[in-house]
Protein backbone atom coordinates (compact mmCIF):
# COMPACT_ATOMS: atom_id res chain seq x y z
CA UNK A 1 0.00 0.00 0.00
CA UNK A 2 1.58 3.46 0.21
CA UNK A 3 4.46 4.05 2.10
CA UNK A 4 5.11 6.93 4.28
CA UNK A 5 8.67 7.54 4.93
CA UNK A 6 10.02 8.73 8.35
CA UNK A 7 11.45 11.81 6.92
CA UNK A 8 7.68 12.49 6.00
CA UNK A 9 5.87 11.37 8.81
CA UNK A 10 8.09 13.58 11.34
CA UNK A 11 7.61 16.86 8.59
CA UNK A 12 3.91 16.01 8.13
CA UNK A 13 3.73 15.97 12.02
CA UNK A 14 5.81 19.44 12.43
CA UNK A 15 2.98 21.13 9.55
CA UNK A 16 -0.09 19.34 11.90
CA UNK A 17 1.20 20.94 15.08
CA UNK A 18 1.43 24.80 13.43
CA UNK A 19 -2.57 24.02 12.51
CA UNK A 20 -4.73 26.10 15.18
CA UNK A 21 -7.55 23.20 14.44
CA UNK A 22 -6.78 19.55 15.37
CA UNK A 23 -6.44 17.74 12.28
CA UNK A 24 -5.10 14.45 10.63
CA UNK A 25 -3.84 14.13 6.66
CA UNK A 26 -6.32 12.54 3.90
CA UNK A 27 -4.60 11.43 0.45
CA UNK A 28 -6.56 11.01 -2.78
CA UNK A 29 -5.59 10.54 -6.09
CA UNK A 30 -8.29 13.13 -8.64
CA UNK A 31 -9.27 11.98 -11.98
CA UNK A 32 -7.77 8.78 -11.14
CA UNK A 33 -7.09 5.94 -14.15
CA UNK A 34 -6.88 8.86 -16.72
CA UNK A 35 -3.49 10.74 -17.94
CA UNK A 36 -4.93 14.01 -15.64
CA UNK A 37 -4.31 12.24 -12.28
CA UNK A 38 -2.81 13.96 -9.44
CA UNK A 39 -2.21 12.84 -5.92
CA UNK A 40 -3.23 15.10 -3.25
CA UNK A 41 -2.43 14.93 0.11
CA UNK A 42 -4.80 17.63 2.63
CA UNK A 43 -5.66 18.76 6.19
CA UNK A 44 -8.24 16.97 7.51
CA UNK A 45 -10.20 17.71 10.30
CA UNK A 46 -12.46 14.90 12.36
CA UNK A 47 -15.62 15.83 10.43
CA UNK A 48 -13.86 15.76 6.99
CA UNK A 49 -12.84 11.93 6.72
CA UNK A 50 -15.52 9.55 5.07
CA UNK A 51 -16.99 6.58 6.82
CA UNK A 52 -15.69 4.59 4.07
CA UNK A 53 -12.22 5.85 4.21
CA UNK A 54 -8.88 3.34 4.68
CA UNK A 55 -7.32 5.01 7.86
CA UNK A 56 -3.48 4.20 9.02
CA UNK A 57 -2.41 5.33 12.30
CA UNK A 58 0.91 7.19 12.89
CA UNK A 59 2.35 8.22 16.15
CA UNK A 60 1.01 11.65 15.59
CA UNK A 61 -1.47 11.74 13.07
CA UNK A 62 -3.95 9.67 11.18
CA UNK A 63 -3.18 8.73 7.59
CA UNK A 64 -7.17 8.67 5.68
CA UNK A 65 -7.03 7.44 2.52
CA UNK A 66 -10.16 7.60 -0.06
CA UNK A 67 -11.84 4.48 -0.74
CA UNK A 68 -11.92 5.09 -4.22
CA UNK A 69 -8.22 5.98 -4.39
CA UNK A 70 -6.76 2.63 -2.75
CA UNK A 71 -6.21 0.84 -6.18
CA UNK A 72 -4.63 3.76 -7.80
CA UNK A 73 -2.62 4.47 -4.48
CA UNK A 74 -0.90 0.86 -5.01
CA UNK A 75 3.42 1.26 -4.52
CA UNK A 76 2.82 4.79 -3.64
CA UNK A 77 5.05 6.76 -1.60
CA UNK A 78 5.05 9.93 0.53
CA UNK A 79 8.97 11.56 1.14
CA UNK A 80 10.61 14.26 2.41
CA UNK A 81 14.09 15.04 1.38
CA UNK A 82 15.57 17.61 3.62
CA UNK A 83 17.86 20.26 1.51
CA UNK A 84 19.77 23.50 1.48
CA UNK A 85 16.46 25.58 1.26
CA UNK A 86 14.11 23.55 4.02
CA UNK A 87 13.25 20.35 1.34
CA UNK A 88 10.37 19.16 -0.35
CA UNK A 89 7.49 16.33 0.14
CA UNK A 90 7.53 14.49 -2.78
CA UNK A 91 4.42 11.83 -2.98
CA UNK A 92 5.63 8.84 -6.40
CA UNK A 93 1.92 7.55 -6.70
CA UNK A 94 3.10 4.90 -10.28
CA UNK A 95 -0.61 3.10 -10.13
CA UNK A 96 -2.45 6.75 -10.31
CA UNK A 97 -2.77 6.90 -14.20
CA UNK A 98 -3.42 3.43 -14.84
CA UNK A 99 -3.81 1.41 -11.92
CA UNK A 100 -3.82 -2.70 -11.32
CA UNK A 101 -7.69 -3.08 -11.84
CA UNK A 102 -9.06 -5.87 -9.64
CA UNK A 103 -12.49 -7.31 -9.86
CA UNK A 104 -14.00 -4.61 -7.56
CA UNK A 105 -12.91 -1.84 -9.66
CA UNK A 106 -15.71 0.24 -10.77
CA UNK A 107 -16.83 0.38 -13.99
CA UNK A 108 -15.57 4.24 -14.83
CA UNK A 109 -12.23 2.78 -13.66
CA UNK A 110 -12.31 -0.66 -16.01
CA UNK A 111 -13.23 1.52 -18.94
CA UNK A 112 -10.50 3.84 -18.50
CA UNK A 113 -7.63 1.01 -17.69
CA UNK A 114 -8.71 -0.48 -21.17
CA UNK A 115 -8.36 3.09 -22.68
CA UNK A 116 -5.17 4.22 -21.23
CA UNK A 117 -3.27 1.13 -21.47
CA UNK A 118 -4.45 -0.39 -24.21
CA UNK A 119 -6.58 1.68 -26.71
CA UNK A 120 -4.23 5.13 -26.80
CA UNK A 121 -0.66 3.94 -26.90
CA UNK A 122 -2.16 2.72 -30.79
CA UNK A 123 -3.63 5.83 -31.22
CA UNK A 124 -0.74 7.36 -29.99
CA UNK A 125 1.35 5.93 -33.60
CA UNK A 126 -1.22 8.64 -35.25
CA UNK A 127 -0.88 11.80 -32.79
CA UNK A 128 -4.61 10.73 -31.57
CA UNK A 129 -6.05 9.63 -28.55
CA UNK A 130 -9.18 9.24 -26.99
CA UNK A 131 -10.74 9.91 -23.61
CA UNK A 132 -14.35 8.70 -21.12
CA UNK A 133 -16.32 11.82 -21.14
CA UNK A 134 -19.08 9.43 -19.02
CA UNK A 135 -20.71 6.48 -18.80
CA UNK A 136 -24.64 6.60 -18.96
CA UNK A 137 -27.08 4.94 -16.45
CA UNK A 138 -28.30 2.95 -19.60
CA UNK A 139 -24.17 1.70 -19.71
CA UNK A 140 -23.13 3.45 -22.81
CA UNK A 141 -19.88 4.52 -23.07
CA UNK A 142 -19.29 8.60 -24.44
CA UNK A 143 -16.01 9.16 -25.46
CA UNK A 144 -14.12 12.43 -26.98
CA UNK A 145 -11.12 11.54 -29.25
CA UNK A 146 -8.04 14.37 -29.53
CA UNK A 147 -5.25 14.97 -31.46
CA UNK A 148 -5.00 13.24 -34.69
CA UNK A 149 -8.12 11.41 -34.50
CA UNK A 150 -10.12 14.34 -34.14
CA UNK A 151 -11.28 14.88 -37.86
CA UNK A 152 -10.07 12.04 -39.03
CA UNK A 153 -11.44 10.43 -42.18
CA UNK A 154 -11.02 6.70 -40.70
CA UNK A 155 -12.38 7.92 -36.62
CA UNK A 156 -15.59 5.35 -37.65
CA UNK A 157 -13.71 2.69 -38.33
CA UNK A 158 -11.58 2.96 -35.71
CA UNK A 159 -14.30 3.75 -33.08
CA UNK A 160 -16.55 0.74 -34.40
CA UNK A 161 -13.53 -1.84 -35.28
CA UNK A 162 -11.29 -1.17 -32.79
CA UNK A 163 -12.44 0.43 -29.42
CA UNK A 164 -16.22 -0.62 -29.46
CA UNK A 165 -15.12 -4.39 -30.43
CA UNK A 166 -12.22 -4.28 -27.57
CA UNK A 167 -14.27 -2.64 -24.95
CA UNK A 168 -17.19 -4.70 -25.43
CA UNK A 169 -14.75 -7.79 -25.23
CA UNK A 170 -13.02 -6.70 -21.91
CA UNK A 171 -16.09 -5.13 -20.12
CA UNK A 172 -19.04 -6.78 -21.53
CA UNK A 173 -21.51 -5.26 -19.33
CA UNK A 174 -21.27 -2.17 -21.25
CA UNK A 175 -24.13 -1.76 -23.86
CA UNK A 176 -22.25 0.40 -26.48
CA UNK A 177 -19.69 3.39 -27.42
CA UNK A 178 -20.60 7.07 -28.95
CA UNK A 179 -18.97 9.15 -29.94
CA UNK A 180 -19.40 13.62 -29.01
CA UNK A 181 -16.38 14.62 -30.91
CA UNK A 182 -16.61 17.96 -32.90
CA UNK A 183 -15.28 15.99 -36.02
CA UNK A 184 -15.59 19.18 -38.40
CA UNK A 185 -12.32 20.47 -36.81
CA UNK A 186 -9.60 18.40 -39.91
CA UNK A 187 -6.79 20.64 -38.85
CA UNK A 188 -4.89 17.68 -37.03
CA UNK A 189 -6.17 14.81 -38.28
CA UNK A 190 -4.43 11.91 -39.62
CA UNK A 191 -6.51 11.06 -42.49
CA UNK A 192 -8.21 13.66 -44.16
Do not use: W
Not at 27 to 54: M, N, R, W, Y
Not at 55 to 73: A, G, M, N
Not at 123 to 138: C, M, R
Not at 162 to 187: M, Q, S
Amino acid sequence: MINVTATAEEYLSKLIGKKDFPCDIRIFVSDPGTPKAETCLAFCKAEEHQESDLKIKFSKFDLYIEERSVSFLDDAEVNYDKDNFGGQLTIKAPSARVPKIGDDATLEDRVNYVLYDEINPQLASHGGNVHLEEITKDKMVILQFGGGCQGCGMVDVTLKEGIEKTLLEKIPEIKGIRDVTDHTNTENAYYK
